[in-house]
């Protein structure tokens, strides 16, 4: 989607229909996952928006490592640089592995995507990560992070 200010429901409705009649892009089976490319583009989107805020967020959520497109290390040192706060969610439900065939190479278990985005993607002030480990938890999970990014200071 592109982007866009949500100043009243109406305009929130709109860009929920907008955004759920959008077509999903990627993903699928030998799908990477660009993380750092990621920051990078939303960084870019928060620039050339022309907007001002006194908080620029970047929320990220996903169930594997940045294993495509620069160093993650890089990119958020770019995006932290340039005043965004990285908050993530992050993914690790029973019976995946969100490494795949890289596990090995980064000497991770499954269940270390939690410490991965604690340690290596979040970042600001005031940043967190929250870790869904049952989907049954997901929509609770991404309520509370909405509501502790919203109250934020």
């Not at 497109?69 to 706060?85: C, D, F, M």
């Not at 939690?114 to 005031?126: C, F, N, S, T």
Request: hydrophobic share 40%; glycine share 14%.
């Amino acid at each position: 989607m592109p982007w866009t200010v949500l100043a009243n429901g109406q305009d929130i409705a709109d860009f929920a229909r907008r955004l759920a009649a959008a077509p999903m892009a990627g993903g699928g089976r030998g799908s990477h996952t660009a993380l750092s490319s990621g920051l990078l583009f939303c960084a870019g989107q928060l620039r050339a928006s022309g907007l001002r805020s006194a908080r620029r967020t970047i929320d990220i959520s996903g169930d594997g490592i940045g294993d495509d497109g620069p160093p993650i290390a890089s990119a958020r040192k770019q995006v932290l640089g340039e005043g965004i706060t990285i908050n993530g969610l992050s993914l690790d439900l029973p019976g995946t592995n969100p490494y795949g065939p890289f596990a090995a190479m980064f000497g991770l278990s499954p269940s270390d995507v939690h410490a991965y985005y604690r340690d290596e993607v979040i970042g600001g002030p005031g940043a967190f990560v929250l870790a869904v480990d049952d989907l049954a938890d997901f929509p609770a999970t991404i309520r509370r992070k909405l509501v502790l990014e919203i109250v934020s200071r």
